[in-house]
C-alpha cells in the first residue's frame, strides 16, 4: 500500500492505552514475575546442590545490589527502546533515519517511535522484541547463573512491558495486514484497514 493515501485519512481504529490500568498491570506483572522467578532459581538450585535453601545478606551487599540494580535497570530501559527501533527495521522495513528515540524527562520514561505506519504483524513482533530480549532472556540467564539480581531486573522489565502486551493485546484482533501508525508523543495507535477507503 502505497502510504501517502493515509495523508488526510482518518484511521479505522484507534488503540489508546489508558495508563492506570497499564500502571496496574505493570505492578501484577513485576510481583508475579519476581515471585515466580525467586522461587523457581531456588527450587532449581536447591536441587542441583542437594544441601537446601540458603540466604544471606549483608548492609554491604545491600548498598552495592542497589546501585547495581538502579545502574542495571536504567541501561536496560535504554535497550528496551532500542530494541523497538530494532524491531520497526526488522519486522517493518523502517528505514532507521524514519524513527526517533528519546527521553520524556517529565513523564520520567524513555520511548521509540516509528514515523511511517507499518503492518500489524510487523507492529506486533517490533512491540514485544524488547520483552523477549530485555525480560525473558535476563531472566533464563538469571536462572542458569543463580542470580537474583538479573532475576530482579528481568522482573521489572518484564512488569515494565505491560504497555506493549496492552497493545499487542489491542492489536492481535485485527488483520495482519492493516497498517499501524504509531503516535509520536502519546500512548496511543492509529489502524488503517489496507484499502484505499477502509474497505
Not at 548492609?59 to 545502574?71: D, R, Y
Not at 528519546?102 to 520511548?111: M, P
Not at 536462572?143 to 502486551?165: P, T
Amino acid at each position: 500500500m502505497d502510504f501517502s493515501q493515509l495523508e488526510g485519512r482518518e484511521p479505522d481504529r484507534v488503540v489508546e492505552l489508558d495508563l492506570m490500568k497499564v500502571a496496574k498491570e505493570s505492578l501484577w506483572l513485576t510481583l508475579l514475575s519476581t515471585v515466580f522467578l525467586f522461587l523457581g532459581n531456588a527450587l532449581l538450585h536447591s536441587l542441583f546442590r542437594g544441601d537446601g535453601f540458603e540466604f544471606t545478606f549483608s548492609i554491604k551487599g545491600i548498598i552495592i545490589g542497589t546501585l547495581l540494580f538502579i545502574a542495571g535497570y536504567v541501561v536496560l530501559i535504554v535497550v528496551h527502546e532500542a530494541f523497538h527501533l530494532l524491531g520497526f527495521r526488522l519486522f517493518g522495513g523502517v528505514p532507521f533515519r524514519e524513527m526517533a528515540f528519546g527521553l520524556n524527562l517529565e513523564a520520567g520514561i524513555a520511548y521509540a517511535t516509528t514515523k511511517v505506519p507499518i503492518h500489524n504483524r510487523g507492529m506486533r513482533k517490533a512491540l514485544l522484541l524488547p520483552l523477549w530480549m530485555t525480560g525473558i532472556l535476563p531472566a533464563a540467564v538469571g536462572l542458569w547463573l543463580d542470580s537474583y539480581l538479573l532475576l530482579f531486573l528481568s522482573a521489572w522489565l518484564i512488569g515494565g512491558a505491560a504497555g506493549d502486551l496492552a497493545m499487542d493485546r489491542e492489536l492481535k484482533r485485527l488483520p495482519g495486514d492493516w497498517l499501524i501508525k504509531d503516535d509520536p508523543e502519546k500512548p496511543k495507535l492509529y489502524a488503517y484497514s489496507p484499502g484505499p477507503d477502509g474497505e
